[in-house]
């Protein structure tokens, strides 16, 4: 029978009164699905928060500290903020009722506290349903096959019956498929240092973390961080914060700061560009780094126009869209395409991490796999795989990510120099030669219009790259193209 976890009644059976604590081993517990009946389920839309919130009920239920008193309910948060709100974690003898501890499993999932709590005193089974609904975290469900049986109800799930009890399932109903939940990425300094690196390796397939700023700052976590990345199998990047000027010498001081200090699971460094740097310094920069390290920039979503001939060619591009900035992500405000992570909010929760932390999520095409691989130095790889591309890679046009059959004549009229330099980046994908000749098969005219001889000879260099097959240059035949070598 499916699992449910709530708090249920003191050591007497009773509402009021009970000790601190759980006295009997009762009062908050695990135990088989009811009807109690419950009229309507409050179901996650992020099936991380799901997970966060039916884990910490399961551990707040097996600590014995953890008593029932509605009197004293709100003493369990507390003693949950001294430990990131983690159930599990609380030492001191405290109390709760099953709506104060399941809103303690809600902000453990992500939720701010500000949202269910007010005046230091919990949402009650009356007046949680708004409180969750207004966040958007939750679908609220009221279908028969929902409320009346668990078996299309998630682990996560809250199940409640308004006005009077609240509960978490935590276990799949049989009729449910397990959710395919995204790892948690911070970027993490200073400001929130690691203290949980177990949960942090469980949770996390890739870490970030500042290293230095300008040419003196060292990050004072910089030695800890890389020491518990390396204990721990955890693949991980650094980043410096680049101050306006003289931004080639900001990035080696980065490189002579860490070079010897990283290990067999660093991946690479990261140039933070959000202070007003000038775009070519900010290349130098990067053309510097990129010759000798995998490398990567980070911009703010407001900067795109001005670095975009930039980050538009590099291999790895990471972008900072915040929204509603909640802890949680949405799909309602994306990055730019052509950004292969994205980072959404600066007050998101990941275990092992006291406080608020940035999150970010890669976006598709780009994979796992392109921020935790470790390949060869950029020079040593060019010698056993041959060269990338010498030649300026195309920038697309405002307003759209992609090039397709059309522009240059009766569309996009404006930008033949950038669908000129497409076309000679598919001719030498296809030839080896940027430019064009009778006598090359597959070799075309870069002559800025993209008509039917470009759509094959695009379609030609998508297969040999790996890309969709389509005839329109996007976001990911930009990628893979920037990634080839002959």
């Not at 009920?57 to 903020?81: F, H, P, S, W």
């Not at 691989?373 to 307003?399: D, I, M, N, W």
């Not at 030669?433 to 998508?462: E, F, H, L, N």
């Amino acid at each position: 029978m499916t699992k449910i976890a709530h708090a249920s009644g003191d050591e007497r059976h009773k509402l009021r009164g009970g000790k601190a604590g759980d006295q009997t081993g009762t009062e908050v517990t695990i135990r088989e699905w009811y009807n109690r009946p419950w009229n309507c389920v409050l179901h996650w839309r992020d099936p991380i928060m799901a997970e966060r919130c039916a884990s910490n009920m399961e551990r707040g239920c097996r600590n014995d500290r953890i008593g029932y008193n509605q009197d004293r309910r709100n003493t369990a948060l507390v003693e949950a903020r001294k430990v990131n709100y983690d159930m599990g974690r609380i030492t001191k003898p405290c109390e709760t009722d099953c709506s104060a501890m399941a809103m303690l499993a809600c902000i453990y999932a992500g939720i701010p506290e500000t949202a269910l709590y007010k005046n230091g005193n919990s949402a009650t089974t009356s007046t949680l349903k708004a409180r969750l609904k207004a966040t958007g975290a939750v679908e609220i469900r009221t279908a028969d096959k929902y409320t009346k049986s668990p078996d299309y109800n998630s682990r996560g799930d809250l199940l409640l019956y308004e006005g009077h009890h609240v509960a978490v399932q935590i276990e799949d109903g049989k009729n449910v498929r397990p959710a395919k939940t995204e790892m948690l990425i911070p970027d993490i300094s200073h400001y929130h240092p690691v203290n949980d690196w177990a949960a942090v390796k469980e949770s996390c397939p890739v870490m970030f973390s500042k290293a230095t700023q300008g040419t003196e700052f060292v990050d004072s976590t910089l030695k800890d961080f890389v020491k518990g990345c390396e204990q721990y199998n955890i693949p991980y990047w650094l980043y410096t914060y680049l101050n306006r000027g003289n931004e080639l010498a900001q990035t080696k001081f980065l490189v002579e700061t860490c070079k010897d200090l990283v290990g067999k699971n660093f991946i690479g460094f990261v140039l933070d560009v959000e202070a007003n740097n000038k775009p070519e310094n900010v290349r130098k920069a990067y053309d510097w780094l990129a010759k000798r390290y995998r490398a990567m920039i980070y911009t703010g979503y407001s900067d795109y126009s001005k670095y975009k001939e930039i980050v538009l060619e590099i291999p790895l591009w990471w972008e900072a869209r915040y929204g509603k900035n909640d802890g949680s992500y949405s799909s309602a405000y994306p990055c730019h395409s052509g950004a292969d992570m994205h980072q959404y909010t600066s007050r998101g929760y990941c275990p092992g991490i006291p406080g608020k932390a940035d999150l970010n999520r890669i976006v598709p095409p780009a994979s796992t796999e392109d921020f935790t691989l470790h390949t060869a130095a950029p020079a040593e790889e060019a010698a056993r795989e041959g060269k990338p591309y010498a030649g300026k890679y195309p920038v697309f046009a405002s307003g759209r990510d992609c090039y397709k059959q059309g522009d240059g004549i009766t569309t996009l009229t404006n930008y033949p120099t950038q669908i000129k330099r497409l076309q000679m980046l598919i001719n030498w994908i296809n030839t080896g030669d940027t430019v064009y000749s009778k006598r090359i098969t597959g070799s075309i005219a870069a002559d800025g219009k993209y008509g039917s001889d470009t759509v094959k000879a695009v379609k030609a260099a998508q297969k040999a790259i790996g890309a969709n097959v389509d005839g329109v240059f996007g976001p990911q035949t930009l990628r893979l193209a920037k990634q080839f070598t002959r």
